[in-house]
Nanobody, 128 residues
């Protein structure tokens, strides 16, 4: 079992920055991928960043590429999402996720079914 506890988030004006954190505990050696997802009201869950934890490779959809950065602190088993140049459309509940299964297709990086463990969620609100 893996437990994920999120922190960070809040409200910011468009163009601003926020950083989310996700502390992992438990059977962390089983994790192969960690990711950040978001869900805006009335929209489906969307993956915004993924990291292959053993090697540090990162993946982003076009909607956030160049603005969001996923990173990990292996010593403290903590995942981060640095969000810069935030837009109103980034407003959503953000969730971190972790999974231990190999991902064999690129689509799997942002497929919520890939991940077995989830954080509690944190709200990000961007105003103009």
């Amino acid at each position: 079992q893996v437990q994920l506890v999120q922190s960070g988030g809040g409200s910011v004006q468009a163009g601003g920055s926020l950083r989310l954190s996700c502390a992992a505990s438990g059977y962390t050696s089983s994790i192969l991928y960690m990711a950040w997802f978001r869900r805006a009201p009335g929209k489906e869950r969307e993956g915004v960043a993924t990291i292959y934890t053993p090697g540090g490779l990162t993946y982003y959809p076009d909607s956030v590429k160049g603005r969001f950065t996923i990173s990990q602190d292996n010593a403290n088993y903590t995942l981060y999402l640095q969000m810069n140049n935030l837009k109103r459309e980034d407003t959503a509940m953000y969730y971190c996720a972790a999974g231990g299964r190999p991902i064999r297709r690129a689509a799997g990086f942002f497929d919520y079914r890939t991940y077995d463990y989830w954080g509690q969620g944190t709200q990000v609100t961007v105003s103009s």
